[in-house]
């Protein structure tokens, strides 16, 4: 049977709990795919995805003492025959993202070269090593069946390298906790007003009531309000909403302190999560200056494991590169005054400045 309580502020009717608690906590397993459920984790990963997998890449080959500009090997401009380029550098980056790891399944011909690569997901791969200090990669592929495999069928990327640990660590198992921090808080505002133990009313008067007539009230109340009816008040009674603003009800200040802590955490400008830092400005200098450190210290982390890992695929003496010069693409006025200055100073010709515009 409700108590006297529960009817007084309606709890009786909602079903919220009698005595005023805080929402569970959630036990969450942090893994790679819990974290991409946070909004601002998935559109970091994909702002970082996106330009390396459509980045252009040049390569070179070593001889007679110097470096040459050579033709991109086909395993360059095609690692898996099964899928395009983009998505096996976009699929790449996302295991060193949420893993800190990306495995390649190397295929050979009949030379010995190096002809397909497969990723293989970073969570069904166990390293170990054996007595004689031999490294092995066991994972399981679809059927179920365990492979085992050693160096020269794996290709191991790395996001963040320490000494003495055979696997690399990513954002997610560094910062498990503030990833579990923005999960929680997602939950408890999602449950502040059905678990909370925060009615939505309190009827009160300042004249003392038995029991009886508090109840009598009570259900006259309910009733009224169940069928929409004007509700009388007399006695000294008054209703008194209980309400929170959006901003607090929504945990406004808490939920951009935490999209900023995951920006920090993939290296992204808050900006692009549509969030920004207090004292800040927005200025094409500054948006071009934020751009390149963008660029350098945190794409490059990513464009330097796989470029190092694809560089090691190919022939020796060959290695591969992304090319950042679309990325550091200035708007055209400043391109068209550097390329005048470029041609006057005579060290470049009007041919290579239509080549280097497409043209």
Same mark, same amino acid.
């Given at each position: ?158 996001? *963040?390298? +320490? @000494? !003495?640990?055979?696997? #690399?660590?990513?954002?997610? $198992? ?6 579990? /921090?923005? =999960? ?8 502040? *007003?059905? +678990? @909370? !133990?925060?009615?939505? #009313?309190?009827?009160?008067? $300042? ?6 007539? /508090?109840? =009598? ?16 008040? #007399? ?31 993939? #290296? ?92």
């Amino acid at each position: 049977m409700a108590t006297l309580w529960q009817r007084l502020t309606g709890r009786g009717i909602e079903n919220r709990s009698i005595t005023p608690v805080w929402p569970t906590r959630s036990d969450y397993a942090i893994s790679g795919n819990t974290a991409l459920t946070l909004t601002a984790v998935y559109r970091s990963i994909q702002i970082i995805a996106t330009p390396i997998s459509k980045m252009p890449m040049k390569s070179f080959r070593y001889a007679t003492g110097l470096e040459l500009p050579i033709e991109n090997p086909l395993l360059v401009n095609k690692p898996d025959v099964s899928q395009t380029k983009r998505d096996f550098l976009f699929q790449t980056i996302v295991s060193l993202a949420l893993d800190g790891n990306a495995f390649w399944l190397k295929s050979y011909d009949s030379k010995g070269q190096v002809s397909n690569l497969t990723i293989v997901p970073p969570n069904a791969v166990t390293i170990r090593i054996d007595e004689n200090g031999q490294k092995w990669y066991d994972y399981q592929v679809n059927t179920g069946t365990k492979v085992i495999s050693t160096q020269t069928d794996i290709q191991h990327l790395k996001l *963040f390298s +320490q @000494a !003495g640990y055979l696997r #690399g660590l990513g954002p997610i $198992d560094a910062c498990s906790k503030d990833i579990a /921090a923005a =999960l929680d808080l997602r939950s408890f505002a999602a449950n502040w *007003f059905g +678990q @909370a !133990g925060i009615p939505t #009313g309190i009827l009160k008067t $300042d004249k003392p009531i038995g029991p009886e007539d /508090a109840e =009598l009230i009570t259900e006259r109340w309910h009733s009224k309000q169940s069928e929409r009816k004007v509700a009388v008040l #007399g006695q000294g009674f008054e209703w008194q909403t209980v309400q929170l603003n959006p901003r607090d009800a929504m945990f406004t200040d808490v939920q951009i302190q935490q999209v900023q802590a995951i920006a920090r955490l993939f #290296g992204i400008p808050a900006r692009l999560l549509l969030t920004g830092v207090d004292g800040t400005s927005d200025t094409y200098s500054n948006l071009q200056d934020e751009n390149q450190v963008f660029y350098r210290h945190t794409l490059m982390a990513y464009t330097d494991a796989i470029s190092d890992a694809l560089s090691e695929c190919l022939p020796r003496g060959t290695r591969t590169e992304f090319n950042f010069e679309g990325l550091f693409r200035a708007d055209m006025a400043n391109r068209f005054t550097m390329w005048e200055t470029a041609i006057r100073a005579g060290f470049m010709t009007v041919d290579e400045v239509r080549a280097k515009e497409g043209l």
